[in-house]
């Protein structure tokens, strides 16, 4: 039997469940993938805090596609994607996986445009939106409001090549009002008071020099459309929140949602987990034979949320997040241990550690087989 290692690098530090008394009754909350790739251990993560607190809180899970990269978005990494959720029984309550699969929904960005093209519409009313043609590299590298060549002051037609577009978020942009601070405040649910310059890493890109509308955009457009209450994602998007309530402000919307940003699990580099590390993809490591449960639980030890990898099935995962089990975990979790994890992970849920995952015995993924 050869291992299979999955090495994590260290955890993020800090806590790893929120306060039940904290968690919003009835929170409408999404699961929201891009299509560029295969899903991985990574969205596990997520998954397990989607859904794991949704179904302890009486709340629902969307659905979104967020395909507004049209030219990394494929439609078979969505396919892919939808089968792999109902394997591992982690099906949204909006939409029906079926209806993503017939065609057209509104839970796919990049089946119709016309929701961003009215939000740039108000913020080019406010006199916020502009042109800007800067190179990638020094849009990337520019901190503070503006853009590198600042490009607001240029007046660069809109459809010229190869410019992007931007709007200022600026409390002294032209259409702010006086109640708008430097500053947007949230108090995270796992990781308290926090605040930020919206316009930290410049003016917030609307639509990209390819004509895709940005994630940023789609994103706050989409939360407020479908009605999501609770954004729950990984913390990697921490610092991006500022720029996004500012952005849903000026939008019009009147109430927040909520978030939670939960640890994530990294490389030993400390790099997060990402599409291009294909030892995590969920649909390998089934097809290695592991089952659905072996995997959630693998997920949940090896971010903290259980401390020591068991089979979990989905339809368990709000005992996760239930106030009888802060602390521990392990009383209505399913009492087997899978053979086929180890991890090195010691007590201390915040230290560096190393899990791993091995091959199944041959009967495993032939039992396996004779199931489907
Ligand atoms: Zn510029």
Redesign the pocket.
């Known amino acids: 039997m050869t291992p299979l290692a999955v090495p994590l690098g260290p955890r993020d530090p800090g806590p790893v469940r929120p306060d039940p008394a904290r968690l919003p009754a009835a929170p409408t909350t999404r699961f929201a993938p891009a299509p560029t790739g295969l899903l991985h251990l990574g969205h596990l993560v997520n998954a397990l805090y989607v859904w794991g607190i949704a179904r302890a809180s009486g709340g629902r899970v969307l659905l979104r596609i967020e395909d507004h990269d049209r030219q990394r978005s494929l439609r078979a990494h969505e396919a892919a994607l939808l089968d792999d959720l109902e394997r591992l029984g982690l099906l949204p309550d909006t939409p029906p996986l079926d209806t993503l699969r017939a065609g057209r929904s509104a839970y796919r960005q990049s089946d119709d445009p016309a929701p961003y093209e009215a939000a740039a519409e108000v913020l080019r009313a406010q006199g916020r939106v502009y042109a800007?043609?800067?190179p990638r590299a020094a849009?990337l590298a520019w901190r503070g409001p503006g853009?590198?060549?600042?490009?607001g002051d240029r007046g660069l037609p809109e459809g010229s090549p190869g410019a992007s577009l931007?709007a200022r978020l600026d409390a002294g942009a032209a259409g702010s009002t006086a109640d708008e601070g430097d500053r947007e405040a949230f108090d995270d649910l796992l990781l308290g008071p926090r605040d930020g310059d919206p316009s930290a890493d410049g003016d917030v890109t609307l639509r990209d020099r390819h004509g895709n509308w940005s994630y940023p955009l789609c994103v706050v457009v989409d939360d407020a459309r479908h009605g999501v209450d609770l954004v729950i994602r990984g913390r990697d998007l921490l610092d991006a929140t500022p720029r996004q309530l500012r952005l849903g402000r000026l939008l019009g919307r009147a109430r927040p949602p909520a978030f939670l940003h939960h640890p994530l699990l990294r490389k030993p580099s400390s790099a997060k987990l990402s599409k291009a590390d294909h030892d995590t993809a969920i649909r390998d490591l089934l097809e290695e034979g592991a089952t659905p449960a072996d995997l959630l639980g693998f997920a949940a030890a090896a971010v903290g949320l259980m401390d020591a990898p068991r089979a979990l099935p989905a339809a368990r995962l709000e005992g996760l997040f239930t106030t009888s089990l802060r602390g521990g975990c392990s009383s209505v979790l399913a009492p087997s241990v899978s053979p086929h994890f180890s991890t090195s992970a010691g007590p201390d849920r915040r230290v560096a550690h190393s899990n791993q995952w091995t091959r199944p015995p041959a009967g495993v993924r032939s039992r396996r087989r004779h199931r489907a």
């Open positions: 800007c043609d800067c849009v853009c590198p060549g600042s490009c931007r």
